[in-house]
């Protein structure tokens, strides 16, 4: 008797893998600059300086505007999310079983590109101090006002990622509140927590890090970040004969960098702060 799975098997898992990366996977994948199918191990993206004119005299030469220029590289490295699916399981609930372990990879290697992008953004030095206060409309325009000052595009390509409780702090601004939503701007928001306010996009975020009752939420601008992807979502079915199962393996090659320290502001808040 063989031991293979069927092709329309394996094709219709792996398409349920992507669909569900696509709808309910990462968060900030698309917050970020993105560079996909990156061939070897490192990815290297561009960083233009700023440029500034001059005067001319006549008959003179033009200036020169000398625009600095840089990189910097993202490593990538490959991440796996495996499980197993029981033969006799899989006859008795079939569909049902293979869907949720499809999502089950899709959605922690979802997690695992936001991981690293919040990793990314711990590296930069602007930070708010928390203040003993949580996530207050002071600070959000102490973070404007500095990115303001960094000259940084004011191009509808700014995002901001707050926890669940930071989430609640600004429902209670009355701005934000009524702010529109997200998700009417970009399809890949539909049906999340999600507003534009101040020019900003703002997502709630569960995965951000916490330290000591501190909880470390970011605006950035998309430009400031990139996240380079060399092996796509896939996912592998093997036939394991001491286990009497199928090992699903879920993987993608990845990595993430901080290409400019200046678009990213870190506003630390009071996580346990009383919401009035």
Known sequence: MSTSISNAFVTMYVSEVHQAYQQRGSKLRNTVRLKTGVVGSKATFQKNGKGSAGLKTRHGNVP???????????????????????????????????????????????????????????????????????????????????????????????????????????????EFKSADYAGDRYPWLKGAESRVWLGMTWIFHSGLPIEDGVRKCFIYHKNALGLAEGHEVKAYIDWVPEKAAHLVDHMISAGAVLIDPDGVIEIDCDDDAAIA
């Open 64 to 174: 020169l505007m000398n625009v600095a220029r840089s990189t910097v590289s993202a490593t990538l490295e490959d991440w796996y999310g495996a499980d197993y699916v029981d033969k006799l399981d899989e006859i008795k609930v079939n569909h049902d079983e293979r869907m949720v372990i499809a999502n089950a990879g899709a959605w922690a290697l979802g997690r695992k590109v936001d991981e690293l992008i919040v990793s990314r953004l711990e590296a930069t030095a602007n930070v708010i101090a928390e203040s003993s206060a949580g996530l207050t409309k002071a600070k959000i325009l102490e973070a404007f006002e500095t990115l303001n000052g960094f000259d940084v595009p004011d191009d509808n390509q700014r995002f901001a990622v707050v926890g669940a409780h930071q989430w609640n702090e600004l429902l209670n601004i009355s």
